[in-house]
């Protein structure tokens, strides 16, 4: 019988196996020194001509990317968290290419900060692909992946080419003169006027005639003919904003127009035929206020032809990383500022707070981090204070809530809160726990918790 001969032993070291990866993968030192590059990497920055990378800057074979990936690996390095699948693009061979990048900060024995880890890879494709969908995200500016959205997506899209009212509902804050417009701009009237009016702005005198216009002589000050906006909106969209706010004589003459679509100037006798589309917003109770005798019924009913409810902010939270993004880009146009992001801790913040002033507050919010973020990333120091106060004092049992382990979590929130008060101090947290300083040492290993991770919320 032939004695078997065992394989050949293969040796392969950690280098064989990256460079056989298509992920570029680069390691820098804290001083921005390059300590290795895999295959993938050198030829997506043309760096296979280099003899020996090791010791050469970052930016020296990054350049082109303009320095963002030493950016991110910098970010690292400097908040000691992991940065997860940002895209960052870079010029080559003559096209862009958008690459996802992930970065993490690598520690020596003692857990100093000694460099840091990049693996990305080209999702030029993807991201191409991705933005073929845009469409499906986004109506006329307005953007929105939640289910609620899309949904009112969809009834845009079959509303705007009619003539129908519509009556846009939901808080201050929400984007209601958005839809307004984006109807207008979306339907057969598109080149004709958009007419707007803040109903809760005005008197009542003075609200009829900006409705209806006036005659010369219809009241002091009357010195000539005044046309009113449904004239100036003939062919075309009026918005009537904050239509719940309007007086209940005025309500009545508002009516007939949309019945008849006639109308007499105040102190004029003379009826004017007008062809408008009537969108209406308010961030009231239409159907309280009718039942309090306060708004008209049959006038409710008649705006009411198509209602679009839109959801405040607090109740589509997946869309708030989509808003960040077109706020950064706005505002890196009006700011002419190269901002590329926002910290994974900055965001966590903006995640959770509430928002009673909704998309135009989140907005605010990035304003104010523009205005203080002279760095290429927003961090939580650039937000608001009471935007960071409200994330570290949210109710502990919201956040238990939302984990997978309810109970878990509740017993970690309120243990990692009394350390803090405590000053982690273990003997004076025990007493006030009223456990022994042992029973903490056990649960704080049982739940996970660290000084160095217990601080995801802090500034």
């Excluded at 010195?223 to 004589?249: M, S, V, Y």
């Excluded at 903006?350 to 927003?378: D, T």
């Excluded at 947290?429 to 056990?442: F, H, V």
Aim: glycine share 6%; hydrophobic share 40%.
């Amino acid at each position: 019988m032939l004695k078997q001969v065992p394989p050949k032993e293969v040796l392969i070291n950690s280098d064989t196996i990256l460079n056989s990866l298509s992920d570029g993968v680069v390691v820098i030192s804290a001083s921005r020194e390059i300590l290795y590059m895999n295959r993938a990497a050198k030829e997506l920055f043309s760096a296979i001509e280099y003899q020996k990378v090791e010791g050469v800057k970052c930016k020296d074979i990054l350049s082109h990317s303009e320095c963002s990936l030493c950016c991110l690996m910098g970010m690292a390095m400097r908040s000691g968290e992991n940065v997860l699948n940002r895209e960052v693009t870079i010029g080559k061979d003559g096209r862009l290419l958008t690459l996802s990048v992930n970065v993490s900060p690598i520690r020596d024995e003692k857990g100093e900060i000694i460099g840091a880890v990049e693996i990305f890879r080209d999702v030029s494709l993807v991201k191409e692909l991705r933005e073929e969908l845009a469409e499906r995200y986004s109506f006329e500016g307005i953007i929105g992946k939640n289910y609620k959205m899309q949904e009112i997506f969809e009834l845009l899209y079959e509303v705007a080419p009619t003539k129908t009212t519509v009556l846009i509902e939901g808080e201050s804050g929400t984007g209601k003169e958005l839809i307004a417009r984006a109807i207008h701009y979306k339907s057969p009237r598109k080149n004709m006027p958009f007419i707007k009016l803040n109903c809760a702005a005005l008197a009542e005198g003075v609200l009829e005639s900006e409705l209806f216009g006036h005659v010369k002589g219809a009241f002091t000050g009357a010195l000539a003919d005044k046309p009113g906006r449904f004239e100036l909106a003939d062919k075309g969209t009026i918005f009537l904003d904050e239509i719940g706010d309007i007086p209940l004589h005025t309500q009545l003459r508002l009516l007939r127009v949309l019945q008849e679509s006639e109308f007499e100037r105040v102190g004029g006798t003379k009826t004017i035929k007008v062809d408008v589309r009537v969108i209406a917003a308010t961030n009231r109770d239409l159907k309280k206020l009718v039942e309090e005798g306060k708004f008209r019924e049959d006038l409710y009913y008649r705006l009411k032809v198509v209602p679009i409810k839109l959801p405040p902010l607090r109740e589509r939270r997946d869309d708030i990383p989509l808003l960040v993004k077109h706020f950064i880009n706005k505002f890196n146009k009006e700011m002419e500022k190269n901002i590329l992001d926002i910290s994974q801790r900055a965001m966590d913040i903006l995640m959770v707070y509430n928002y009673p002033g909704n998309i135009r507050e989140l907005e605010h919010i990035i304003e104010h981090a523009f205005v203080r973020c002279n760095e290429r990333f927003i961090l939580p120091e650039h937000l608001p204070e009471d935007v960071r106060e409200y994330a570290r004092h949210r109710s502990i049992v919201e956040r238990a809530a939302e984990s997978e382990r309810p109970l878990e979590a509740l017993e970690r929130e309120a243990l990692i809160r009394v350390l803090n008060e405590c000053g982690w101090k273990m003997k004076e947290c025990a007493e006030r726990l009223k456990i022994s300083r042992p029973t903490l040492w056990r649960r704080m290993k049982k739940l996970g918790i660290k000084k160095e991770t217990a601080t995801r919320y802090s500034s």
